[in-house]
């Protein structure tokens, strides 16, 4: 004869001895917390901002990128009707004579640039810590190219630079130099902007690198002082390694300023003469505002250019500082 066991009910449980006990209420789900007043304000102060990043970050910056892979002219750009040609536009750009040498222009420009603005910046954020009478009235006037606008910094350097009147050329006839076409000449028009540029980028650099020197403890110079380490010692033991997360926030931001700089150059030289200034800032403007036949896509397509570089450097960045705190 068959047994049959009974199977419990699921709903019931049994103690050690087989008796039939109560099961346990399931858990209770805990109740939504509605956001608190302190959330609220936070989302409050929060939507200004990433409205204001989408509207003059985002949106312009997709639409960029959509005038790159499209085939723009004047009558589809107003009409918007602007056929999707995916990366010819790129092509275009790459297989254009102009590419690279505006390449190398802008390398040059950047690399240049950087390297003069931040070694004069920190001589002169060291001269400046040896407080002495009027060190505060310099330091402001130092700050004079950084205050100026652009076009007018520019203008200024286009008269001293200038070929027959400039006050460049007449100090260098007083001491009896010939003549230099600054802005006409292929071989230096390039490196009059790039002067024209650092002295415009040297006060920022100076203000962040002082900031930095003022975190330093005195009490690291005097000790290595007493140890026998001379100034020089002690500027590459002590200042330069304390000194490198601020040089490098400076080094990046002084690089993405650079590497879109315009005006300076448009200014000075429009990018000539024979193109031998020019740079992806004044060739993305040329192709897509300076032709009588404007190239919309090309030009925003160098643009896009500018913008994955700057940010190639960005991630570049964080990553070394990554690495730095880990260690």
Not at 91 to 96: G, T
Not at 186 to 193: A, E, G
Not at 265 to 277: C, E, H, L, R, V
Request: hydrophobic share 50%.
């Amino acid at each position: 004869m068959n047994r049959t066991t009974q199977l419990p009910d699921r709903r019931t449980a049994h103690d050690r001895n087989g008796a039939a006990t109560a099961a346990p209420p399931p858990p209770r789900r805990a109740p939504r917390r509605r956001p608190t007043s302190q959330q609220w304000a936070a989302w409050g102060f929060l939507a200004p901002v990433t409205l204001y990043l989408i509207l003059f970050y985002a949106y312009p910056l997709y639409r960029n990128v959509d005038l790159s892979l499209r085939n723009y002219t004047v009558r589809s750009f107003v009409q918007g009707d602007a056929p999707f040609t995916g990366l010819e536009n790129y092509l275009k750009v790459f297989d254009d004579p102009t590419f690279a040498p505006a390449l190398l222009h802008t390398v040059v420009f950047t690399v240049v640039s950087l390297v003069f603005q931040y070694a004069i910046g920190l001589a002169l954020a060291v001269f400046f810590t040896q407080h002495f009478r009027l060190s505060a009235t310099l330091r402001a006037l130092f700050l004079v190219p950084w205050l100026l606008p652009l076009i007018v910094s520019a203008s200024t350097w286009s008269w001293m630079l200038n070929s027959d009147s400039g006050v460049v050329n007449a100090a260098l006839h007083a001491v009896g130099i010939d003549a230099v076409n600054w802005l006409t000449s292929p071989s230096w028009s390039l490196t009059s902007v790039i002067l024209a540029n650092v002295w415009i980028g040297v006060p920022f650099n100076l203000v962040v690198l002082y900031s930095g020197l003022q975190s330093i403890p005195a009490s690291l110079y005097e000790a290595a002082a007493l140890d026998g380490a001379n100034a020089w010692q002690r500027f590459w033991r002590i200042t330069f390694p304390l000194l490198r997360p601020v040089s490098a926030i400076t080094l990046l931001l002084g690089l993405v300023y650079t590497l879109k700089v315009f005006d300076i150059i448009w200014i000075m030289t429009k990018g000539g003469p024979a193109d031998s200034s020019t740079t992806f800032a004044t060739w993305s403007y040329q192709l897509g505002f300076g032709n009588l036949l404007p190239a919309f896509g090309p030009g925003a397509a160098v643009g896009n250019l500018l913008v994955v570089a700057a940010v190639v450097f960005g991630l570049v960045y964080l990553r070394v500082q990554r690495k730095q705190y880990a260690s």
